[in-house]
């Protein structure tokens, strides 16, 4: 389990999109993920929320490390599927995901993103999604 | 149509997140818009690939453009959904959305973004997604 | 919740294609429901598996009971997402929705079907989608 | 091409599901299928409009047929989402879909879905969605 969150911590410090937002790997353990991410001035749009698009990022992300803890590290994300219910507005966000089923090449994992404002949690997304296998041969 | 791709050029330039990424407007008129990603060592994954929340935010943003074409500015993105076909390995990616449907309150809407590579467009993702006006009132 | 529950079985005895495949109202209660569906011959596709969209259909239905638990009667599906994760082998399927954001207007689900066979639950598929109040002026 | 469209036409008929519905190919060519479903009593919901879950069964069908054109007969969905923009009012369903992406194992397709109406055809549902080979070892 520590060894599979160093690995994870790792793999995470190797992506330079998630360096440049500032994503951090809470927790990861077989079949779930969980990452944070500080709101800075620079994550944000027009109307002064999170871009959706860094929602997008996280749910992308954190869905990907829950099929990795499955499948191995060499993951693709191959779709998802997200719903935006609440702006991101306060401190942090905060992305949880599980597996919800895996084979030998493909699992299905979910995710919810919270927005957390002065120590509350607030659901603002939820994503859905097939993380295979890398395949060489495909 | 020069004054709402003006329009959206300053809008795309309120957007903090977008400054980061280095996003441009390619165009936008009713009903469609079109925007483009220089790649940079930045915006990767751990394999060298795009990070797919980079193509995630792409797709958020250009369906958003293309339903605050027809439905005004005040517009937040509902939900999405993106099918990952091909690597991001090139020099840029380019997001092109249209409009399939529009209400009053709702426009549904899909892009494709491809790869730009020595001249050459290739397909590396698809999407499809709402688009809702936005109301104080909800 | 008995009034619900009763005017949820009314609901879906009311839908002429709900009647036709054998749908049954197991359970409806604020910001959930549970669907169940026998299997017969001919339900199935050409490999003797539940066709997909029987599943499609079970989705669309729990979600739709789901969000208007919580909105009201007069709803409609917006749109939805499915994932297919284990072929429709046994005796009945079995769909459980729930609420996880509403609200005036829109609420968003996510449901999971399970196939039962020999009394035993497997997870076939999960889905995610918006259910939206019904809208005259829409 | 006639071989594939013969093909087709008993690969549907083989179906019981889609016998029961009463769905019709009317084309199936490389890349490309259609669909049609005559709108009858019963299969609408308590509106009296055609029930969202058959639409979704239209889906799911217009796009295994896509993916089949090109993978093969031995396919699956995988997973797809649904927009709903208008509801089914009329005497006739046609989807149609096409492969926007096709690899060795996996396909991914987008259909449309129109309402006919006194010769009319009008958009009432949008997919995108993966089919993928059957894989016994999966």
């Known amino acids: ?66 099929g990795g803890s499955v499948l191995g590290p060499a993951v693709v994300m191959s779709e998802f599927k997200i719903n935006y219910v609440r702006p991101g507005l306060g401190d942090a966000l905060i992305a949880r995901s599980e597996v919800i089923h895996s084979g030998r090449t493909q699992a299905v994992c979910r995710c919810e993103i ?12 939820a994503a859905q999604g097939t993380i295979n296998k890398m395949n060489p041969e495909a």
């Open 1 to 66: 389990m520590d060894d599979l969150f160093e690995f994870g911590k790792q793999a995470l410090a190797a992506q330079p999109f998630s360096a440049l937002v500032g994503a951090e790997l809470l927790s990861f353990a077989p079949g779930q993920a969980e990452l944070k991410l500080a709101i800075t001035e620079r994550l944000k749009q027009q109307h002064g929320f999170v871009h959706g698009g860094v929602m997008a990022y996280l749910a992308d992300n954190v869905l990907t490390f829950a």
């Open 114 to 125: 919270f927005v957390l404002k002065e120590g509350q949690e607030s659901l603002c997304a």
